[in-house]
Structures are given as C-alpha cells and as structure tokens.
T-cell receptor, first 113, second 114 residues
Framework: GENVEQHPSTLSVQEGDSAVIKCTYS??????FPWYKQELGKRPQLIID?????GEKKDQRIAVTLNKTAKHFSLHITETQPEDSAVYFC????????????FGAGTRLAVHP | DAGVIQSPRHEVTEMGQEVTLRCKPI?????LFWYRQTMMRGLELLIY????????DSGMPEDRFSAKMPNASFSTLKIQPSEPRDSAVYFC????????????FGEGSRLTVL
C-alpha cells in the first residue's frame, strides 16, 4: 500500500521568511497530492492540491511542486505570517476507482513575529 | 450545507465500555471516511465507504472496532470494548466523486478512555 513520509516534523521560521515542507510517496500509481492545514484544536482543511499531470501550482503565497520521477512533492509558503502557524499534512491517493487518501505524519510550523 | 457533523464532540468513558461515534456527511457526497488522530501515529485511515458500501477497512485496528453506514446520511464507528489506547480524536470526512480527494472533515470526536 501507499506510504507517505513527511519532513521536517517541526519547522520554526521568522515572520516574512519562506517555509518548505517535503514529502515522498511510495506508490507510483498515486496521482493526486493534496495539502491540508490543521490549526490547533481544529479540523484539517484543504489548502492546495496538485495532480500528476502538473509540475507546479501556485495560489497566492503558497505553491506546491511535484516530481513524479523521484516520487516527491513539496509545499512552499512565502512571506510567512503568524497565522500560518499550524500543522501541515501532505497526502497521496490514486484515482483508479478507489479514493483512499493516505496522510504524512505532519509538520508543525511555527512562525515567530 | 452545515458541513460534516459529528457527535459527540467529547466522550470520556471507562475501559470496557462501548463507545459509538456518529457522523452525518455533506449531502450529496459519495464517500465517507473515518480517520483516527493521535500524536504518535498522526492521521490514520480506519475505513472508508463509497455509496454506503465499505470499500477498505484494512486500517481498522482490530475486531473491537466496527463501522456501518446504513444510509447516505449517517455512519457510526463503534468500539466495543474500549481500551485506554483507543483514546484519540476520531474524524469523519466526506467527499464527492466530482472532486475526488478533497475531503471535508467534521470537527472530530475526542475520545478519552480511562
């Protein structure tokens, strides 16, 4: 089955700096890679996703890149703000009729003013 | 739509007791998922349903756990008997066939087994 590894487990940055979180996956058939943000005590919420026919996707200050050959994908947050502080989860799934989303272990991002 | 609705939000019980968690998915969604979140193991997929049919229950820890989806608007996750190691936040999530992979999570049920 699919296995998703995520690094780092914790990340501390100064406000305004960039943050990068990296994930690798094992199942070469996976073709959908979403990122979820979970604030303290809240539910995970989708912030951006990428599909295997795209190498990069941007949405304002966040971007995701995908390297299918190496089976890794990354989340980039630029100009970080204190409200970006949260746990971020990457995930992977395959779209062959089974909608099974497997999550990485999460990265706790702290943005210091 | 009110989103995915879970109950109870918090449950404290004693070891050996039966626990039932409930979920109402977003109307029209085809998929329903049960995840368990702990500090040690992160977000674990327990089971998921497509059109009320269980598709993959390989993540269910053991026979003490069972899940049902009798209709499109209701699902339960039952633990019998409960053990302290079952303490976790249990999330229910739903998604639509039209946008596979975009999960909408409920607020979670925090279970504490003493």
């Amino acid at each position: 089955g699919e296995n998703v590894e995520q690094h780092p487990s914790t990340l501390s940055v100064q406000e305004g700096d960039s943050a990068v979180i990296k994930c690798t996956y094992s199942d070469s058939a996976s073709n959908y890679f979403p990122w979820y943000k979970q604030e303290l005590g809240k539910r995970p919420q989708l912030i951006i996703d990428i599909r295997s026919n795209v190498g990069e996707k941007k949405d304002q200050r966040i971007a995701v890149t995908l390297n299918k050959t190496a089976k890794h994908f990354s989340l980039h947050i630029t100009e970080t703000q204190p409200e970006d502080s949260a746990v971020y989860f990457c995930a992977a799934s395959r779209r062959d009729g089974y909608n099974k989303l497997i999550f990485g272990a999460g990265t706790r991002l702290a943005v210091h003013p | 739509d009110a989103g995915v609705i879970q109950s109870p939000r918090h449950e404290v019980t004693e070891m050996g007791q039966e626990v039932t968690l409930r979920c109402k998915p977003i109307s029209g969604h085809d998929y329903l998922f049960w995840y368990r979140q702990t500090m040690m193991r992160g977000l674990e997929l327990l089971i998921y349903f497509n059109n009320n049919v269980p598709i993959d229950d390989s993540g269910m820890p053991e026979d003490r756990f069972s899940a049902k989806m009798p209709n499109a608007s209701f699902s339960t996750l039952k633990i019998q008997p409960s053990e302290p190691r079952d303490s976790a936040v249990y999330f229910c999530a739903s998604s639509s066939e039209l946008k596979v992979g975009e999960l909408f999570f409920g607020e979670g049920s925090r279970l504490t087994v003493l």
